[in-house]
């Protein structure tokens, strides 16, 4: 069994216990698991195939995991990036993994966007 199984298994056995505890937010075995499928099926749909990679640059939140789980259920490769490196440093990540998605939290957009030496993200989907 793949984590994507494991979670699944897990809303079956258990949907309404605690899956995350995230500030204030309580996100259930059963939430996180519809959430997941949703954004699996999302994933796939932009034309994305097993081993691809996505990418996911985001302080931490609840959808991390969410995606993290939604590339274990599609057989995509997640790429967690480091929000903190300098911009020369993440657009070495981004390139050198091969990303096709990134993932990108609103509020470092800007940050990203406006260090981005040589349009790095907008070759990424």
Known sequence: MNVGGW???RSLVSPDQPAIFFDEQVVTYGRMNKRVNRLSHAM???????????GVLSRNCPEIL?????CAKTGIIFVPLNFPL?????????TDS????LFL???LEHQAR?????DVLERVR
């Open 7 to 9: 979670l699944n298994k």
């Open 66 to 70: 969410e995606i993290y789980f939604a």
């Open 105 to 107: 939290n609103l509020e």
């Open 86 to 94: 300098t911009p020369p440093e993440l657009a070495h990540q981004v």
């Open 114 to 118: 406006k260090n981005d030496p040589g």
């Open 44 to 54: 796939l749909k932009t034309g994305l195939a097993n081993g691809d990679r996505v």
């Open 98 to 101: 091969g990303l096709s998605l």
